[in-house]
């Protein structure tokens, strides 16, 4: 239903702006407006999400256990966790469906890296 909404032509794709938007319905509604203004500063690019990708990262989110702790494995060693390193971090993850694509995690990177310096 969420992606019908943001899917406005009918090509079975939506914006990485409006793939990050949909993310943030996942945060706690205190939060909410602290991550919008950051999407509102995103600028409009090319980059498309299918339909495919949108499901594969909700069903990617009931692994979200499991992500958490390679992430918090990963830095505890001091190893930094740049787009790419997370990119292929998730990739690893059991029973996902497929590995994000770059406009899913520049998304997951503009909108949660606070400070610029990875996640």
């Not at 949108?54 to 992500?67: A, G, K, M, P, T």
């Not at 990739?91 to 996640?119: R, T, W």
């Amino acid at each position: 239903y969420q992606f019908s909404l943001c899917d406005v032509d009918g090509a079975q794709t939506i914006s990485s702006k409006d793939f990050a938007r949909s993310i943030v319905t996942n945060v706690a509604p205190q939060q909410v407006s602290q991550y919008a203004a950051r999407i509102d500063k995103l600028p409009q690019n090319q980059e498309r999400v299918t339909l495919r990708q949108f499901v594969s990262f909700h069903q990617l989110l009931n692994q979200l256990e499991d992500i958490d702790l390679a992430v918090r494995l990963r830095t505890s060693v001091g190893g930094e966790l740049s787009r790419a390193a997370f990119h292929q971090l998730v990739g690893a993850v059991p029973e996902g469906d497929s590995p994000l694509v770059p406009a899913q995690v520049d998304a997951l990177f503009d909108v949660f890296d606070k400070d610029g310096d990875g996640l």
